[in-house]
């Protein structure tokens, strides 16, 4: 392009769909569709083609559970469900085995196959009526996109040099997460409301969005200057001058109140009557760390091991966690990093084989955990080892009894004993804690403290089993009450039982992250906040701005409510004298 | 071979849970299992399948089983169907 005449101030009017103002080149995504030929096969390559397609099949997996986990953890477990389809749709047996069969059969390659087998369904699927099954047939269609990718062995087109305005005819979530690992300015798409997944998805990342725009891809080239207001649902193509000092302008404004909290980087998260107080990131994979640190975290209070098991059929052996555990104890040094030991089963992938009614209720965390003693027992001297520079600790999850950190416990000293016959040096006094994520362990919260030298509570699974409400279920998710008053009452309960009996009390789970509970946390006596990254500066702000023994007296006041609603109501009013530029969600 | 039919009774129909749902029962009898709607038959133990069917509230579905269990795989999925999936209805 470039010709002189190109080079001409265009407005595009959209959306409003995230707000925040970038400027920066123009990056045009189109979305890969693979060509696909048929080919005939030889009677010795079948075995091969057929091999192709169960690791075309595995990776896709792999890619779309580590989407949804990101997803997940980003935006909570209801958002992260736009993937799940997707991923039911891998694991249709019936679907593989009729493409085996016919790659035996009908002796053609792998790829042919399996759009020919999907275009089945799909040309069924976008002649529905339903606007639902519809878009079910774009789930079926990036599904089968994925696989094709996988099966020419290409890799995601998500790794970026450099900054850009991503600008496309529609982004997929999954496209969108896979680019927010890059540096993203801001995207721009063609279809889309304000409200869609992708919409979500951008706020959540902080990420200027603007959809609805027409013809936009068409007409932008990559390396075309563009402006994005995504508070306005403005795109400016190639601006003039007095654009662009305009919108420099409302930029710098813009970010005047990020950096008031990005300041805080380097201050202690402290009350004004100097309560300290630690101030966490969860995780759960490495890449993760460079944010971490730059958002000032005082540690890793929560790593989530499971990661480790995406996409796998078997166990990450000793050595190969030893080196992922060591990573993260040396990148966060000399912070601390708790790890939390494989919480398996319940939602979570990898108990194979395994068909239960009600998982939640079912063989999970160290109940598996304490079933598998040799898979524990590698990772427990897995994480012994990387303990070395004693800025390491172990969280058991999903504990009910005492019994159960006993059992946990011999085996940590058995770990040691293996470690100790090899020669191979240890941190002998490392911190033990586990999670108080079931009412059981709540009520014994004193007997448990006496164990362990940390407690920290999981709110997510603590308030679905108070509750008795399923977070996931959309039936039922009004009943998933973070500020319930039973479980405001349970939390000073296992605050106090834990102080009382001389250990330190973290929480870890969703409700750390949230703004609108940050005081009453506090107040509550809350020594251990462990957030999603992005929150972090933000919840500093709050600890930063209020006395502890003003958060005390809110704490009580919320203790003496009746609803969740009235709970709601107090703190919403509190925070808004306090802190009227932090957005409550 | 059994059959039976079936109305789609709860509200959101034959949406992404509910086309879990049934596959997830399907798979643990050994019988054939397949859902006529319309002039179109799919395998009922293939969530592809079933996801395909999009069948609303009130459309009537054609549930055939054949195997050694299926007496008793068509009454738990004639169950299923019956509970709305147990979704609201």
């Given at each position: 392009m470039a010709?002189?005449?190109a080079?001409?101030?265009?407005?595009f009017?959209?959306?409003?769909?995230?707000?925040g103002?970038?400027?920066?080149?123009?990056?045009i995504?189109?979305?890969?569709?693979?060509?696909?030929?048929?080919?005939?096969?030889?009677?010795?390559?079948?075995?091969?083609?057929?091999?192709r397609l169960?690791?075309a099949?595995?990776?896709s997996?792999?890619?779309?559970q580590?989407?949804?986990?990101?997803?997940?953890?980003?935006?909570g477990p209801?958002?992260?469900?736009?993937?799940?389809?997707?991923?039911l749709?891998?694991?249709d047996d019936y679907?593989?085995?009729?493409?085996i069969?016919?790659?035996?059969?009908e002796?053609?390659?792998?790829?042919?196959l399996?759009?020919?087998?999907i275009?089945?369904?799909?040309?069924?699927m976008t002649?529905?009526?339903?606007?639902?099954a519809r878009e079910?047939?774009?789930?079926?269609?990036d599904?089968?996109n994925?696989?094709?990718r996988n099966?020419?062995?290409?890799?995601?087109?998500?790794k970026?040099?450099g900054?850009?305005?991503?600008?496309?005819?529609?982004?997929?979530a999954?496209?969108?997460?896979?680019f927010?690992r890059?540096?993203?300015?801001g995207?721009?798409?063609e279809?889309?409301?304000a409200?869609?997944?992708?919409?979500l998805?951008?706020?959540?990342l902080?990420?200027p969005?603007?959809?609805?725009?027409?013809?936009?891809?068409?007409i932008a080239q990559?390396n075309?200057?563009?402006?994005?207001d995504?508070?306005n649902?403005?795109?400016?193509?190639?601006p003039?001058?007095?654009?662009?000092?305009?919108?420099?302008k409302?930029k710098?404004?813009y970010e005047?109140?990020?950096?008031?909290?990005?300041?805080?980087?380097?201050?202690?998260?402290?009350?004004?009557?100097?309560r300290?107080?630690?101030?966490?990131?969860?995780i759960?994979?490495?890449e993760?760390l460079?944010?971490v640190k730059q958002?000032g975290?005082?540690?890793?209070?929560?790593?989530?091991t499971?990661?480790?098991?995406l996409?796998?059929?078997?166990?990450?052996?000793?050595?190969?966690?030893?080196?992922?555990?060591n990573?993260?104890?040396?990148a966060m040094?000399?912070?601390?990093?708790?790890?939390?030991?494989?919480?398996?089963?319940?939602?979570?992938?990898?108990?194979?084989?395994?068909?239960?009614?009600?998982p939640?209720?079912?063989?999970?965390?160290i109940?598996?955990?304490?079933?598998?003693?040799?898979?524990f027992l590698?990772?427990l001297?897995a994480?012994?080892?990387?303990s070395v520079?004693?800025?390491?600790?172990?969280?058991?999850?999903m504990?009910t009894?005492?019994?159960?950190v006993?059992?946990?416990?011999?085996?940590?000293?058995?770990?040691?004993?293996?470690?100790r016959?090899?020669g191979l040096?240890y941190?002998?006094?490392i911190?033990i804690?586990?999670?108080?994520?079931v009412?059981?362990?709540?009520?014994?919260t004193d007997?448990?403290?006496?164990e362990?030298?940390f407690?920290?509570i999981?709110?997510?699974?603590l308030?679905q089993?108070?509750?008795a409400v399923d977070?996931?279920n959309?039936?039922?998710?009004?009943?998933?009450q973070?500020?319930?008053?039973a479980v405001?009452r349970?939390?000073?309960?296992?605050?106090?039982?834990?102080?009382e009996?001389q250990?330190?009390?973290?929480?870890c789970?969703q409700?750390a992250?949230?703004?609108l509970a940050?005081?009453?946390?506090?107040?509550?006596?809350l020594?251990e906040?462990?957030?999603v990254p992005t929150?972090?500066?933000?919840?500093?702000?709050?600890?930063r701005?209020?006395h502890?023994?003003e958060?005390?007296?809110?704490?009580?006041q919320?203790?003496q409510?009746?609803?969740?609603d009235?709970?709601?109501?107090y703190?919403?009013?509190?925070?808004?004298?306090k802190?009227?530029?932090?957005?409550?969600? | 071979?059994?059959?039976?039919e079936v109305?789609?009774r709860?509200?959101a129909g034959l949406?992404t849970r509910p086309?879990?749902a049934?596959?997830?029962?399907a798979?643990?009898?050994?019988?054939?299992?397949y859902i006529?709607?319309?002039?179109?038959?799919?395998n009922?133990k293939?969530?592809?399948?079933?996801?395909?069917l999009?069948a609303e509230?009130?459309?009537?579905?054609l549930?055939?089983?054949?195997?050694?269990?299926e007496?008793?795989?068509?009454?738990?999925?004639?169950?299923?169907?019956?509970?709305?999936?147990d979704?609201?209805?």
């Amino acid at each position: 392009m470039a010709t002189s005449t190109a080079i001409k101030e265009i407005r595009f009017k959209g959306i409003p769909a995230s707000p925040g103002i970038s400027i920066g080149p123009a990056y045009i995504f189109h979305k890969h569709t693979p060509s696909v030929y048929v080919r005939s096969l030889d009677q010795t390559e079948i075995d091969k083609e057929i091999e192709r397609l169960q690791k075309a099949r595995e990776r896709s997996q792999y890619e779309l559970q580590k989407i949804f986990q990101f997803a997940d953890q980003r935006l909570g477990p209801e958002q992260a469900k736009i993937f799940e389809a997707q991923l039911l749709l891998l694991e249709d047996d019936y679907l593989f085995t009729t493409i085996i069969d016919r790659i035996r059969k009908e002796k053609k390659n792998a790829d042919f196959l399996v759009r020919d087998e999907i275009e089945k369904y799909y040309r069924i699927m976008t002649g529905a009526k339903d606007e639902y099954a519809r878009e079910r047939a774009d789930d079926l269609q990036d599904v089968c996109n994925r696989i094709l990718r996988n099966l020419e062995e290409q890799k995601l087109p998500s790794k970026l040099d450099g900054s850009y305005v991503i600008i496309s005819h529609h982004l997929a979530a999954a496209d969108a997460l896979l680019f927010s690992r890059n540096d993203v300015l801001g995207y721009v798409t063609e279809l889309g409301g304000a409200t869609s997944h992708m919409a979500l998805l951008a706020r959540a990342l902080k990420i200027p969005l603007v959809v609805g725009v027409h013809q936009i891809s068409t007409i932008a080239q990559s390396n075309d200057v563009v402006i994005i207001d995504g508070s306005n649902g403005l795109v400016v193509l190639n601006p003039t001058q007095e654009t662009l000092e305009y919108f420099e302008k409302q930029k710098a404004d813009y970010e005047q109140f990020t950096q008031r909290l990005a300041k805080l980087r380097k201050e202690p998260a402290e009350t004004l009557d100097e309560r300290r107080v630690q101030l966490s990131a969860n995780i759960e994979l490495l890449e993760e760390l460079d944010f971490v640190k730059q958002q000032g975290a005082d540690g890793i209070g929560l790593y989530r091991t499971e990661s480790f098991l995406l996409g796998r059929e078997v166990f990450p052996s000793e050595d190969e966690q030893y080196e992922n555990y060591n990573r993260i104890a040396e990148a966060m040094y000399p912070k601390q990093v708790i790890i939390r030991t494989f919480d398996i089963g319940g939602d979570k992938f990898m108990a194979q084989g395994v068909k239960e009614n009600n998982p939640f209720l079912g063989w999970r965390g160290i109940r598996v955990m304490l079933d598998k003693p040799q898979i524990f027992l590698d990772q427990l001297r897995a994480i012994l080892r990387a303990s070395v520079k004693h800025n390491l600790a172990i969280m058991f999850p999903m504990v009910t009894s005492i019994k159960e950190v006993q059992l946990a416990k011999q085996l940590l000293a058995q770990a040691k004993d293996d470690l100790r016959q090899k020669g191979l040096p240890y941190d002998e006094k490392i911190q033990i804690g586990v999670m108080i994520e079931v009412p059981a362990a709540a009520a014994i919260t004193d007997h448990l403290a006496k164990e362990v030298q940390f407690l920290s509570i999981g709110t997510n699974d603590l308030i679905q089993y108070l509750l008795a409400v399923d977070r996931g279920n959309e039936i039922v998710a009004d009943l998933f009450q973070e500020f319930h008053p039973a479980v405001v009452r349970s939390l000073q309960y296992i605050i106090r039982r834990g102080k009382e009996n001389q250990v330190w009390v973290g929480m870890c789970g969703q409700m750390a992250g949230n703004p609108l509970a940050a005081m009453l946390l506090i107040g509550l006596g809350l020594d251990e906040f462990s957030v999603v990254p992005t929150v972090l500066p933000e919840i500093k702000k709050i600890i930063r701005s209020i006395h502890y023994s003003e958060a005390q007296r809110i704490a009580e006041q919320a203790l003496q409510m009746r609803s969740e609603d009235e709970i709601k109501t107090y703190l919403t009013t509190v925070m808004k004298q306090k802190f009227p530029d932090i957005p409550l969600s | 071979m059994i059959q039976r039919e079936v109305t789609i009774r709860n509200k959101a129909g034959l949406h992404t849970r509910p086309a879990a749902a049934i596959v997830k029962l399907a798979a643990k009898f050994k019988s054939d299992f397949y859902i006529e709607k319309d002039d179109m038959e799919i395998n009922g133990k293939s969530i592809i399948g079933v996801m395909t069917l999009a069948a609303e509230q009130g459309s009537k579905l054609l549930l055939k089983f054949d195997g050694v269990d299926e007496e008793e795989a068509c009454k738990a999925m004639v169950d299923l169907f019956e509970r709305g999936f147990d979704e609201p209805m």
